[in-house]
């Protein structure tokens, strides 16, 4: 059984690494020089092929590091790294909190710096060349340590409660895990803002003026009760321009990226917060919430089968079960149920995403939002012409050209 379980495993991650690879192959094929006739005439030439030389590029760099990657997993199968590694933490400790501990502090302390080269090739040569880069060594080095730091207190926190949980509830395991991560992350949604944000960015109030006019005198025609609309200095690490919808109740916050203010007119923006605020009409937060809560509380169901299986652990070449020997082995098997409800939640973020543009143009304006969202496009170097099929399975958001073609649609 456990011989079958370490073939599917295999099997598996070979799956999942060809399949991204025709992703790469199938956007290859839509590569060209010639603008899209639907932007022929709002979209700057030049800035379209900087846009696919973006593309290019990126998509090469990705060959690599997805081969690398692919690479060093099969490695660490083939070879029994995992168990290597199990035996290893044994050594220190036979507690089972302490050995999940140390078991994934090295696995994420050595496969970060086996990313590093490449992340640091990424931010100070490919993004640099493009022109996007504005972040300095310095800030990459604070980040890196605080993101460790971070995922030391709370990546570890919540591990070692969870292991806690299962060695002392048994088969309650799943409800009382999910019962507290469930409360965990609604107040994480709750404070993130306030306290984690904070680690990496400056956020302050939106200043009196044109723009916060705007944006309130819109607020309150549609009956949307905003207090907090902040602006983060995203430009503390590249020129690329966002805004996004944090929070919920009274802690909700409408957060535009200084990048985005510099860039587009008071319409454009006010048209992004339109379509924002669309999200929070249409429910769309809350419902995302819910579904998210159920299907981690569907995970952790079928982790909780799965875990105590000696044949699982024995897959990976342990020849003792454990949690952390469990959670890898669970995470591969569970991959494709996770591609594919993956799909499905992409699908539904599209359709998401289509009726946010719809409730901006019917409140405020669909020439604002489409010249805003065109804006966004070239400062993000968005690839314009993804191959279909690669937007079925990953896009969160439609294309360019999807959403102005439904905005027209919408507007005939
Ligand atoms: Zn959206």
């Known amino acids: 059984m456990s011989h079958l379980l370490f073939i599917l495993i295999l099997g598996i991650l070979t799956f999942n690494y060809l399949f991204g690879l025709m992703l790469d192959y199938l956007d290859s094929t839509r590569w060209s020089n010639q603008l899209p006739q639907a932007l022929v005439g709002i979209y700057d030439i030049e800035k379209y092929r900087k846009a696919q030389d973006y593309e290019k590029t990126n998509t090469r760099f990705s060959l690599w590091t997805g081969a690398l990657s692919f690479l060093s997993m099969l490695l ?21 909190i302490w050995m999940a501990l140390l078991f994934f502090a090295i696995l994420g302390l050595a496969s970060d710096l086996l990313a590093m080269p490449f992340s640091i090739y990424h931010t100070f040569v490919i993004e640099q060349k493009f022109g996007m880069n504005t972040t300095t060594p310095r800030t990459y080095i604070l980040d890196k340590i605080k993101s460790w730091l971070l995922a030391g207190v709370l990546g570890g926190g919540i591990l070692a409660f969870v292991v806690w949980i299962y060695g002392a509830t048994g088969s309650w395991f799943w409800i009382i895990a999910w019962g507290s991560l469930t409360g965990f992350s609604l107040f994480m949604s709750l404070f993130y803002s306030n306290l984690i944000v904070p680690l990496f960015n400056k956020q302050k109030p939106l200043e009196a003026g044109e723009l916060r006019d705007a944006i309130q005198a819109f607020a309150s025609l549609t009956g949307f009760k905003l207090k907090n609309v902040f602006v983060i200095d995203g430009s503390k690490r590249s020129l690329k321009a966002n805004a996004y919808f944090t929070g919920f109740g009274p802690k909700k916050r409408i957060v535009l990226y200084d990048t985005l203010i510099s860039k587009l007119s008071t319409q454009e923006i006010v048209a992004v917060l339109a379509h924002e605020i ?9 419902y995302g919430m819910l579904t998210s809560i159920l299907s ?32 890898i082995a669970f995470s591969m098997l569970y991959s494709p149920i996770s591609m594919i409800v993956g799909i499905a939640g992409s699908y539904v973020s599209r359709r998401n995403e289509y009726a946010a543009d719809r409730f901006a143009a019917q409140h405020h304006q669909g020439e604002a939002l489409k010249s805003g969202l065109i804006k966004l496009s070239v400062l993000n170097l968005s690839n314009l012409q993804p191959h279909p099929f690669t937007v079925l399975v990953s896009y969160s958001h439609p294309t360019l050209l999807q959403r102005i073609e439904a905005l027209e649609t919408d507007r005939s």
């Open 76 to 96: 660490m199968l083939l070879l029994g790294g995992f168990a290597w590694l199990d035996e290893f933490v044994r050594g220190y400790s036979q507690q089972p």
């Open 296 to 327: 981690s509380g569907f995970i952790l169901y079928i982790l909780s089968l799965c875990i105590g299986m000696p044949d699982i652990s024995a897959a990976l070449g342990a020849t003792l079960p454990s949690f952390h020997i469990g959670i």
């Open 278 to 286: 669309g999200h929070y009409k249409k429910k769309h937060i809350i």
